[in-house]
């Protein structure tokens, strides 16, 4: 039986990576793999696999004697030792790092981190990027044979639907909307703009509510709310208050996500809107389309098939892209219905074989 090792952030929180990592793991055990995840945040060993400490690898990386190392992280000083540890042991491991964004420039590390930057690159056997932006930058720096772009999203299986899990309150908000706008994200900043878009989500409800007296509600799942820097959490304070203002209290509905997937949201709504400045590919708006509601994406990045773009940070784009698709709902529901959403496990096993042959 191979042997996998991953590291990276493993639910809760509920995230991009994280969920990534808990379906690549599931089904990496399906296909009869043994699976092992390195992570430092508070989680239980589950059936499936075994969750550890990062820490522990050290002792580990010569018991488990995994056939590959797959990094969800840029932590180049842990990349680094392992490496040198496997090379200087003539271990078999080989070693994968996935870029799920690349917004950092190495050139602006400090000395030490361009040492390790430079040591870590030169020995990862393979690369892998969610999307053709993370693939441009990466090549200035590695051989592009040893690239290849997956996007990072894997179906979710049944059991991730349980839309019990969520409060009450919120559950029935979900339930009584005519029509559910849904979106999520963090308070996060991105070349001091909304990184996420809550802002322009807002002034969206406050012109299609108000002013067009169109009988919709909205949703936002925000992540990690307890994690926000002082001004991440003044800015969250003013889009409360923007919200209050427009006197939109009953339409749009802030869900501080708590151990809950999105998935069971997407089911329930009629529509997913990603309105991100900055982004790799959005899995969630893959998630909609595989919950055959239509998505609503800046074009900021490839999205995944069936999604309607507008111009990034563009309010009105936005709007116009809204009515287009709510006004004519039905073309745009059949329309998604019928796209078949690739499931890219299919292509990260595919690439752990070839690893295994070499």
């Known amino acids: 039986m191979k042997k996998i090792a991953l590291f990276g952030p493993y639910p809760p929180p509920y995230g991009g990576r994280s969920i990534h990592i808990k379906r690549l793991a599931k089904k990496l055990i399906q296909d009869n793999k043994l699976v092992h995840i390195y992570y430092n945040g508070k989680v239980k060993n589950l059936n499936q696999f075994k969750i550890r400490k990062v820490k522990s690898i050290l002792f580990y990386i010569f018991k488990e ?56 690159i030169k020995r990862i056997d393979q690369f892998v990027c969610v999307g053709p932006n993370e693939y441009s930058k990466l090549c200035k ?40 706008i849904t979106a999520n994200g963090n308070i996060r900043f991105h070349n001091n703009e909304d990184l996420y878009g809550l802002d322009m989500l807002i002034e969206l409800m406050n012109r299609i509510v108000n002013h067009n007296k169109y009988n919709v509600q909205l949703l936002i ?15 969250y304070k003013e889009l409360k208050t923007r919200i209050k ?7 749009i509905y802030l869900y501080e996500v708590n151990n809950t997937e999105l998935y069971p949201l997407l089911k329930r709504s009629n ?46 784009s ?27 496990f299919v292509n990260m096993n595919n690439l752990y074989e070839k690893l295994f042959n070499i």
């Open 65 to 120: 004697k995994y056939d590959i190392f797959h990094f969800h992280d840029r932590n180049f000083k842990l990349i680094s030792l392992i490496i040198f540890i496997s090379r200087f042991f003539r271990l078999k491991t080989k070693t994968v790092l996935s870029y799920h964004s690349f917004r950092d420039e190495p050139s602006e590390y400090n000395y030490v981190e361009k040492i390790l930057f430079r040591y870590s």
């Open 141 to 180: 720096y590695v051989d592009s044979n040893k690239i290849e772009t997956i996007q990072s999203y894997i179906q979710p299986s049944e059991e991730e639907g349980e839309f019990a899990a969520f409060p009450i309150k919120l559950q029935e908000y979900v339930q009584k909307s005519e029509f559910l």
């Open 221 to 235: 799942a925000v992540l990690e709310s307890h994690k926000q820097t002082e001004k991440e959490t003044n800015y």
């Open 245 to 251: 203002n427009y006197s939109l209290e009953n339409f």
């Open 271 to 316: 529509l997913f809107i990603r309105p991100t400045n900055t982004d790799s590919y959005g899995v969630s708006v893959a998630e909609a389309v595989f919950a055959s509601i239509p998505a609503i994406a800046s074009d900021v990045c490839e999205r995944p098939l069936g999604a309607t773009l507008f111009l990034s940070r563009n309010e009105e």
């Open 318 to 344: 936005l709007y116009t892209q809204f009515c287009e698709v709510f006004n004519n709902y039905p073309y745009y529901l059949k329309r998604v219905k019928e796209i078949n959403q690739s499931d890219y």
